[in-house]
């Protein structure tokens, strides 16, 4: 044990050594028995986000007179470029006018309601927070309202929301929020946790009949890493850090979480908890369930946690996990200690070509059987294909107009690929030199043995790139009348293509039934992949111009798509969550035994519903509209 116990006491020793050559000596210094150290704080970020539309305020899409399309601001690699094809690609795949003319102003911001009062409750918060920390600027109450569903950003443009939060609180500590929650629970209000607020699943919205004073508890301004283990590889850090904020003050270190759902920007540590999140370099570094190995929660009945991290135990029912995909039934998430991995030693990306979707998923399917599998693998359909073309700019000079009519005539003549059936997968290759050159070479040859063809890495980076720009996407056809939203499921391989085809069959009749303008947009990939199984990433919109209820339709429209998944096999969310917008589904998931055990434990943890999103069915069916009140 002395031998083992002077060996780690050296490996803590270089660890350190060498953080502290790169980046001066951390403070405290650890003791010899203690292989931890704490981080400097970090300053705040400036970056502004939209109050009415996604991402940051700098950013979003605009048509431009020429008919053309821009990306404002410098964030990405398609901003500030002039795209001439993004349009009329969509109106022709949505066989509707949709151009600079035709603009479907927004109203933001809509009216608002009235926050509801409560002096003594105010008073008690003011004891031990800032004057800072509170607020009820309608503005503010009405972003912590909503989540990034198509039907909530409609309403906040075009309508209205009926209920929103009546007091919005940023906490800076753990013990703030234990002393917030137990204020709350005294003065009978109600708790909502708000992370990034970039859920797809009606989370935030509050029931109409929640007679409550509503409290909107924004993480973010408890974003620090409170220490970092580099020779055990964990990190402890406060639940309100975002996706970005990890990637870059982590990387200081030399490590990474290794986490990139499509939402790294603005998502949370804590929302990825509470809705169980997955990334899309998972097949390397895991879910979020894969990479919390602790977390404290603060709960009405007190705090849950732990008071060390091991490997892995065997000590009973443990009732951290109740916390993953919680959505802010039980309590709010504070702290979580991670796994760290080193920053890979070599990234690097690429693209294959495949005569089909078909193909493609075979070849996906072959890839992971082989045990190669890189950190991002995803392969995009035909409709998803020519989006990437789409978004695209205008190439200017001969070299480059004569290499992409090179490039077209190698995929479509020499390899005989039918440009309007052809799929296309991308590739994030991480690790060591060595394992990078292995994965390489097993994907290559799996995909010429399935046909495929090279498409180069710039393809493949800027496929991948291309994620976190697509998202203002779904704002610009809001603002040309058309409106579009993703889903998700997880399906057993051989039953992936079939669903897929169904999906997309049934979207089709519904659209026509429902008497819909236009054709029905609809595209899909397949995305992270496990041994049993495959995800799949769906887009669906339509044009709305002229139609009653856009977001009701949109709401049939993708309810009947969720039927034909879990009748075909697929699950009712792979990443996304339930939230409201799902809970209709979740006795076709559940026994009931199983909906009564979440309820009981809901009950045991919050009896008297201080944290009362009502997400997951846990408290009933409730009503988010008078319409949906009245029936």
Same mark, same amino acid.
């Given at each position: 044990?002395?031998?083992?116990?002077?060996?780690?006491?050296?490996?803590?020793?270089?660890?350190?050594?060498?953080?502290?050559?790169?980046?001066?000596?951390?403070?405290?210094?650890?003791?010899?028995?203690?292989?931890?150290?704490?981080?400097?704080?970090?300053?705040?970020?400036?970056?502004?986000?939209?109050?009415?539309?996604?991402?940051?305020?700098?950013?979003?899409?605009?048509?431009?007179?020429?008919?053309?399309?821009?990306?404002?601001?410098?964030?990405?690699?398609?901003?500030?470029?002039? +795209?001439?094809?993004?349009?009329?690609?969509?109106?022709?795949?949505?066989?509707?006018?949709?151009?600079?003319?035709?603009?479907?102003?927004?109203?933001?911001?809509?009216?608002?309601?009235?926050?509801?009062?409560?002096?003594?409750?105010?008073?008690?918060?003011?004891?031990?927070?800032?004057?800072?920390?509170?607020?009820?600027?309608?503005?503010?109450?009405?972003?912590?309202?909503?989540?990034?569903?198509?039907?909530?950003?409609?309403?906040?443009?075009?309508?209205?929301?009926?209920?929103?939060?009546?007091?919005?609180?940023?906490?800076?500590?753990?013990?703030?929020?234990?002393?917030?929650?137990?204020?709350?629970?005294?003065?009978?209000?109600?708790?909502?946790?708000?992370?990034?607020?970039?859920?797809?699943?009606?989370?935030?919205?509050?029931?109409?009949?929640?007679?409550?004073?509503?409290?909107?508890?924004?993480? &973010?301004?408890?974003?620090?890493?409170?220490?970092?283990?580099?020779?055990?590889?964990?990190?402890?850090?406060?639940?309100?850090?975002?996706?970005?904020?990890?990637?870059?003050?982590?990387?200081?270190?030399?490590?990474?979480?290794?986490?990139?759902?499509?939402?790294?920007?603005?998502?949370? +540590?804590?929302?990825?908890?509470?809705?169980?999140?997955?990334?899309?370099?998972?097949?390397?570094?895991?879910?979020?369930?894969?990479?919390?190995?602790?977390?404290?929660?603060?709960?009405?009945?007190?705090?849950?946690?732990?008071?060390?991290?091991?490997? &892995?135990?065997?000590?009973?029912?443990?009732?951290?996990?109740?916390?993953?995909?919680?959505?802010?039934?039980?309590?709010?998430?504070?702290?979580?200690?991670?796994?760290?991995?080193?920053?890979?030693?070599?990234?690097?990306?690429?693209?294959?070509?495949?005569?089909?979707?078909?193909?493609? +998923?075979?070849?996906?399917?072959?890839?992971?059987?082989?045990?190669?599998?890189?950190?991002?693998?995803?392969?995009?359909?035909?409709t998803q294909f020519h989006f990437g073309?789409?978004?695209?700019?205008?190439?200017?000079?001969?070299?480059?107009?004569v290499k992409s009519e090179l490039e077209?005539?190698?995929?479509?003549?020499?390899?005989?690929?039918?440009?309007?059936?052809?799929?296309?997968?991308?590739?994030?290759?991480?690790?060591?030199?060595?394992?990078?050159?292995?994965?390489?070479?097993?994907?290559?040859?799996?995909?010429?043995?399935?046909?495929?063809?090279?498409?180069?890495?710039?393809?493949?980076?800027?496929?991948?790139?291309?994620?976190?720009?697509?998202?203002?996407? &779904?704002?610009?056809?809001?603002?040309?009348?058309?409106?579009?939203?993703?889903?998700?499921?997880?399906?057993?391989?051989?039953?992936?293509?079939?669903?897929?085809?169904?999906?997309?069959?049934?979207?089709?009749?519904?659209?026509?039934?429902?008497?819909?303008?236009?054709?029905?947009?609809?595209?899909?990939?397949?995305?992270?992949?496990?041994?049993?199984?495959?995800?799949?990433?769906?887009y669906l919109g339509f044009y709305a111009?002229?139609?009653?209820?856009?977001?009701?339709?949109?709401?049939?429209?993708?309810?009947?798509?969720?039927?034909?998944?879990?009748?075909?096999?697929?699950?009712?969310?792979?990443?996304?969550?339930?939230?409201?917008?799902?809970?209709?589904?979740?006795?076709?998931?559940?026994?009931?035994?199983?909906?009564?055990?979440?309820?009981?434990?809901?009950?045991?943890?919050?009896?008297?519903?201080?944290?009362?999103?009502?997400?997951?069915?846990?408290?009933?069916?409730?009503? +988010?509209?008078?319409?949906?009140?009245?029936?």
């Amino acid at each position: 044990m002395a031998k083992q116990s002077g060996l780690m006491r050296r490996l803590g020793n270089v660890a350190l050594n060498e953080v502290s050559e790169r980046f001066g000596s951390p403070s405290p210094t650890p003791s010899s028995g203690d292989t931890r150290f704490t981080p400097p704080t970090p300053a705040a970020s400036k970056d502004e986000e939209s109050l009415e539309g996604w991402g940051f305020a700098d950013t979003r899409f605009v048509v431009k007179p020429d008919g053309s399309t821009v990306l404002t601001g410098t964030r990405y690699n398609i901003s500030n470029v002039a +795209l001439p094809d993004l349009m009329p690609w969509f109106a022709g795949k949505l066989a509707s006018p949709l151009g600079y003319d035709n603009r479907n102003e927004p109203h933001y911001p809509p009216e608002i309601p009235a926050a509801k009062k409560n002096d003594k409750l105010v008073a008690a918060l003011r004891e031990f927070l800032k004057e800072e920390q509170l607020t009820d600027d309608p503005k503010q109450r009405l972003r912590r309202g909503h989540g990034h569903t198509g039907g909530e950003i409609w309403a906040i443009r075009y309508g209205k929301l009926d209920r929103v939060p009546d007091l919005v609180i940023f906490p800076r500590s753990h013990d703030e929020v234990v002393r917030l929650v137990e204020v709350a629970t005294q003065h009978g209000a109600c708790v909502i946790p708000f992370g990034g607020g970039t859920n797809v699943t009606e989370a935030l919205r509050i029931p109409l009949s929640e007679e409550r004073l509503v409290i909107a508890v924004d993480m &973010r301004q408890m974003n620090r890493i409170l220490w970092v283990d580099p020779v055990n590889r964990m990190a402890c850090i406060e639940a309100g850090a975002t996706g970005r904020h990890l990637m870059e003050e982590l990387a200081k270190f030399g490590f990474t979480m290794g986490h990139e759902p499509d939402s790294l920007e603005f998502s949370t +540590l804590g929302g990825w908890i509470a809705t169980n999140a997955s990334g899309m370099k998972k097949n390397r570094y895991g879910n979020i369930e894969d990479l919390v190995l602790d977390m404290q929660v603060v709960t009405p009945q007190g705090i849950v946690e732990r008071p060390r991290q091991a490997p &892995r135990e065997s000590v009973g029912v443990n009732p951290r996990q109740y916390m993953f995909g919680s959505e802010g039934n039980f309590g709010i998430v504070t702290t979580a200690v991670v796994k760290l991995f080193p920053l890979p030693e070599v990234q690097r990306y690429g693209s294959v070509i495949f005569p089909d979707l078909e193909t493609g +998923l075979s070849f996906l399917y072959a890839l992971q059987q082989s045990g190669a599998v890189p950190a991002s693998v995803r392969v995009m359909d035909n409709t998803q294909f020519h989006f990437g073309q789409a978004l695209k700019p205008a190439k200017h000079g001969l070299a480059a107009k004569v290499k992409s009519e090179l490039e077209k005539a190698v995929v479509t003549k020499l390899k005989g690929f039918d440009p309007y059936k052809l799929a296309v997968a991308t590739l994030v290759f991480e690790g060591s030199r060595e394992e990078v050159a292995f994965q390489e070479k097993t994907v290559y040859r799996i995909a010429s043995e399935h046909g495929g063809m090279k498409g180069g890495g710039a393809n493949g980076e800027r496929g991948y790139q291309l994620t976190f720009g697509i998202a203002y996407i &779904r704002d610009l056809t809001f603002e040309h009348w058309a409106i579009a939203e993703s889903f998700e499921t997880s399906v057993p391989w051989s039953r992936a293509m079939d669903l897929y085809e169904r999906v997309q069959r049934r979207v089709e009749k519904e659209h026509a039934a429902l008497g819909l303008p236009g054709k029905v947009f609809f595209t899909g990939r397949f995305t992270q992949v496990y041994q049993t199984g495959v995800v799949i990433y769906f887009y669906l919109g339509f044009y709305a111009r002229g139609v009653s209820d856009p977001v009701g339709a949109y709401a049939a429209l993708e309810h009947a798509a969720r039927e034909e998944i879990l009748a075909a096999g697929g699950s009712l969310s792979h990443h996304h969550g339930v939230g409201k917008i799902r809970r209709d589904f979740l006795p076709e998931v559940y026994s009931e035994a199983a909906l009564t055990l979440n309820r009981k434990v809901k009950a045991a943890i919050d009896p008297d519903n201080v944290f009362g999103a009502s997400n997951c069915g846990i408290n009933g069916p409730v009503a +988010l509209t008078p319409d949906e009140e009245a029936h």
